[in-house]
């Protein structure tokens, strides 16, 4: 997702900053939250080694993605290969394309909308909030200053407020700390997060409010209620996310490495 929704599926958020360019891994979205890039460099040797400027960065995180799910019991879809790597990356880009923890509901929406995905979509993408941590920055103001008020966010549930509130006391320092989307079931892909919501536990405000519109709501109620109709969903949602923007033919170029741009001389 990080990658996809900034210019396409073109391994993009790989790159490590240039000369040339500055890339998207310190951008405001991604700094220390995206993760796992030498886990993809480590897959991208391997496959070098077995088949060299055969299979490209960007295909290599579209799978990696796919099987993440499946190994924490998630879903399984089909993954078209054949996307090219892109040749640069934007800090400018991810800023302004990547939705936010902080953003409302209709402007995650209208970012959705600007790849070709719908309201469903949006839903059922953002249960991948099932998997994963947020840093206490991106929620902390849910827990001691809601919009200036001096208080908690009404909408979160009281005890998850007490509980946050010892893992990230209101202090700077705690600004890096984690805690998980999903307390539920931290590592294991399924609709706990629907649930949460449902419970007034969801940790961020951009997810906690689906429950504000009836009909994102409506949709939240569904997935909680209907695990199997989720993973197909989801598995129909990724199929579409994996298909914005891909390069192929001449464009961009089979990466050799990640992080770098293959330069010919």
């Not at 990080?2 to 790159?15: H, I, R």
């Not at 429950?211 to 993973?231: D, H, Q």
């Not at 994996?242 to 490495?257: E, S």
Request: with cysteine; hydrophobic share 35%.
């Amino acid at each position: 997702f990080q990658d996809w929704f900034v210019n396409g599926c073109d391994g993009s958020v790989l790159l490590d900053d240039t000369p040339n360019f500055k890339g998207e891994k310190n951008a405001l979205p991604n700094r220390n939250s995206a993760r796992g890039f030498e886990v993809i460099e480590s897959i991208k040797a391997d496959v070098e080694r077995a088949c060299p400027s055969i299979v490209s960065c960007a295909d290599i995180l579209a799978l990696a993605a796919r099987e993440a799910v499946i190994l924490s019991e998630g879903p399984f879809w089909p993954v078209s290969l054949g996307r090219r790597d892109a040749l640069t990356a934007s800090t400018k880009a991810a800023n302004e394309q990547l939705p936010t923890p902080f953003e409302s509901l209709d402007n995650i929406v209208t970012k959705f909308a600007s790849n070709g995905l719908d309201l469903r979509d949006v839903v059922v993408l953002s249960g991948a909030h099932t998997l994963g941590y947020a840093q206490c920055f991106t929620f902390k103001r849910r827990l001691f200053d809601f919009k200036g008020s001096g208080k908690p966010d009404p909408l979160l549930d009281a005890s998850m407020v007490a509980s946050l509130q010892g893992t990230c006391p209101n202090v700077d320092e705690s600004n890096s700390k984690l805690a998980p989307l999903d307390v539920q079931t931290v590592y294991k892909f399924d609709n706990a997060y629907y649930k949460n919501l449902m419970t007034n536990t969801g940790l961020l405000e951009s997810d906690q409010a689906l429950m504000g519109n009836p009909k994102t709501a409506e949709m939240v109620n569904f997935y909680s209620t209907y695990p199997y109709l989720y993973s197909r969903d989801f598995a129909a949602s990724m199929v579409k996310l994996g298909n914005i923007g891909v390069l192929t033919g001449q464009d961009g170029q089979i990466r050799k490495k990640c992080g770098s741009v293959n330069y010919y001389y």
